[in-house]
């Protein structure tokens, strides 16, 4: 296994807790959250997206932290390490492969987000919501385009790595996230000053009580909750393994919640407002479309609008960059800990595989396109490889991590590891109930109680 020196650890808890936020806050927050809000009735889907955050994903976030801490080491080897000669560490090996598969459709949105910062800055997307959906349809469907562009975000993400965790993530998060906060925060009271943002506003602050028991709002809820906060797959196990351990995990993991929840909601009240203001808008449209082809029609009717605009899609951008870091660290991690490669080669071999799996979804592969739900807008494949990936793949991921800390580590154990150097465990009880029996059940009660509804429908 590699040593400590060689793996890198976090120059400051700050730099770990906004290399983790900056993780966290992406596409997920700028463009899943208020996409999910819209289909899931308003403010029933905020209300119950807040309760999988406090009572599933919290304590899972710590779970993954002290994992991570314990072991020092990306996730196959880490659940090795602290189970070995068990079957545990197949678990780390989902999140590598869920590292490169999110990856490789994450890494495709943002290269549409790069294009878009010229597109909205130069006018290029003008007129009606049919032209400006044509711009977009037409944009996606120019493969060769979407895979170069695509290329050009692996290949500044993999730069990024290529410095390590303290001079290349650590350096570049801190420099992006504060402007990012900035940003949102700029961009929010602009859009909640528009004429029109009052019912935009009611919208979004409108509950729709008859959605709050359906099974599909719970799981949408669920899944997106994990996606936000970067859950499920070992990425904030990997975090964890660069942590200090003189560190709170607990404050630690508070921060991010916190962070990650507040651009959420922030972004909430950048687009409806925003939406609201034009004519036509459907506030239940689904997948990138709600970014891509509403707000650039808001843009060009404002006054400054192509600045406005182009400030947008870089906070996407450099959003996106800061989740695809984390997402590349987790397989680069475990080459560099299992298989001992210097990180250089780690980077370079794990940024063509992941390319060379994202060039379908690029190209917007025809033969998925009937499963979508956007017909003719060339996403279809990245929508599904996202709903498994998002509403599967990582709920599963983390309720075997929360059985794997609650009964096979055991929560004593781990508290153990939280109050090293003395470090006070706040709500130590609480938690521990909660990732024993709150985390599996309540998981394993969305997903089945969502399988059974499509599986009777
Ligand atoms: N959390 C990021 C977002 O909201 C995406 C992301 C980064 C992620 N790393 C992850 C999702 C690990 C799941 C697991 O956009």
Redesign the pocket.
């Known amino acids: 296994m590699a040593s400590t020196a060689e793996r890198g650890t976090w120059g400051s808890k700050a730099g770990f807790i906004l290399a983790a936020a900056g993780?966290?806050?992406?596409?997920?927050?700028i463009w899943?959250f208020p996409t999910q809000v819209g289909q899931g009735g308003g403010a029933v889907f905020v209300l119950v997206y807040l309760l999988c955050v406090l009572l599933i994903c919290l304590p899972i976030m710590m779970a993954e932290l002290m994992i991570g801490r314990h072991a020092q080491l990306a996730p196959v080897g880490s659940y090795a390490a602290i189970r070995p000669n068990t079957r545990w560490w197949l678990v780390g090996l989902l999140g590598v492969l869920?590292?490169a598969g999110?990856l490789s459709f994450?890494s495709v949105i943002a290269g549409w987000s790069v294009a878009y910062i010229w597109f909205a800055g130069t006018g290029a997307v003008t007129g009606d919501a049919e032209a400006v959906g044509a711009f977009f349809s037409d944009f996606t469907a120019n493969g060769p385009l979407s895979v170069g562009l695509t290329l050009v975000v692996l290949g500044a993400t993999a730069t990024v790595l290529l410095g390590g965790v303290q001079s290349g993530i650590e350096r570049v998060t801190k420099l992006m996230m504060p402007a990012l906060i900035a940003l949102l925060l700029v961009l929010a009271v602009r859009a909640t000053t528009l004429p029109g943002a009052a019912e935009g506003l009611a919208y979004y602050l409108r509950p729709d009580f008859s959605r709050l028991l359906d099974p599909m709002v719970l799981l949408a809820a669920l899944g997106q909750a994990?996606?936000?906060?970067?859950?499920?797959?070992g990425?904030m196990l990997t975090y964890g393994s660069y942590l200090s351990k003189r560190s709170s995990i607990v404050s630690a993991a508070c921060w991010v919640v916190l962070l990650?929840t507040s651009m959420a909601l922030l972004a909430g009240f950048i687009i409806f407002p925003s939406g609201f203001s034009i004519a036509g808008f459907d506030p239940s449209a689904s997948g990138p479309g709600l970014i891509f082809t509403v707000l650039p029609r808001l843009f060009a009717t404002l006054p400054g609008g192509q600045l406005f605009g182009a400030g947008f899609f870089v906070l996407l951008t450099m959003?996106?960059l800061t989740?695809?870091i984390?997402?590349l660290e987790?397989p680069v991690a475990h080459f560099i800990d299992v298989h001992r490669w210097p990180r250089r080669r780690a980077v370079l071999l794990v940024t063509t595989a992941v390319f060379l799996i994202a060039i379908p979804s690029a190209l917007g592969n025809g033969a998925v396109a009937t499963l979508g739900t956007l017909p003719g807008l060339g996403i279809d494949f990245l929508t599904v490889m996202a709903t498994v990936?998002n509403e599967f793949a990582?709920p599963i991921g983390g309720l075997l991590t929360a059985v794997f800390v609650g009964w096979i580590w055991r929560a004593d154990q781990a508290i153990t590891e939280v109050q090293l150097h003395g470090t006070a465990f706040p709500g130590q009880h609480v938690w521990s109930f909660l990732i024993r029996w709150v985390c599996p059940a309540a998981i394993a009660v969305i997903i089945g109680f969502a399988v059974y509804t499509v599986a009777s429908a």
Do not use: C, E, P
Request: charged share 5%.
């Open positions: 993780s966290a806050v992406g596409l997920g927050n899943g869920a590292g999110i994450y994990f996606f936000s906060l970067s859950l499920g797959m990425a990650d959003a996106a989740s695809t984390s997402l987790v990936w990582l």
